[in-house]
Nanobody
Framework: HVQLVESGGGSVQDGGSLTLSCAVS???????????MGWFRRAPGKEREGVAA???????RYRNSVKGRFTISKDNAKNTLYLQMNSLKPEDTAIYYC???????????????????WGQGTQVTVS
C-alpha cells in the first residue's frame, strides 16, 4: 500500500521561506529513482496546478510563477522529496501535495498526467 506524507507547511509572511518534505513508503525500492516525482498545489476555489517536478536523472521542471524561488530536490536513499520555497508570496497560499508520476515527467507534468496516489497535503499560508 503506497503512502505519501507531506510535511513542513505553515504560515509565513510575504517574502518568507518554507521547506516541504514528502516521505514515500510502500513502493518498495526508492520511488524517486524509478519515477518522476512532482509537487502540486490547490488554492481555495482553484484547480490543482503543477508546481515542480523532478525526473529520474534529476532534471527539474517548474511552473513559470515559481521559477527562481522554488527548488525541488530528492533523496533517493531516504525515498523523500523536498520543495524549498523562498520569497513566498500570498498567491502561493494553497495545500501542497506530492505524487509519483510516470517514468518520465514529460511535457504535460503540470497537468498531473500520469500522477497518482495523492497524500493528504500540507497547508502553506502566506500573508
Amino acid at each position: 500500500h503506497v503512502q505519501l506524507v507531506e510535511s513542513g507547511g505553515g504560515s509565513v509572511q510575504d517574502g518568507g521561506s518554507l521547506t516541504l518534505s514528502c516521505a514515500v513508503s510502500g513502493y518498495g525500492a526508492s520511488v524517486s529513482s524509478r519515477y518522476c516525482m512532482g509537487w502540486f498545489r490547490r488554492a481555495p476555489g482553484k484547480e490543482r496546478e503543477g508546481v515542480a517536478a523532478i525526473d529520474i536523472d534529476g532534471a527539474t521542471r517548474y511552473r513559470n510563477s515559481v521559477k527562481g524561488r522554488f527548488t525541488i530536490s530528492k533523496d533517493n536513499a531516504k525515498n523523500t522529496l523536498y520543495l524549498q520555497m523562498n520569497s513566498l508570496k500570498p498567491e502561493d497560499t494553497a495545500i501542497y501535495y506530492c505524487a509519483p508520476g510516470p517514468r518520465s515527467c514529460g511535457p504535460d507534468w503540470f497537468r498531473a498526467t500520469g500522477f497518482g496516489n495523492w497524500g493528504q497535503g500540507t497547508q502553506v499560508t502566506v500573508s
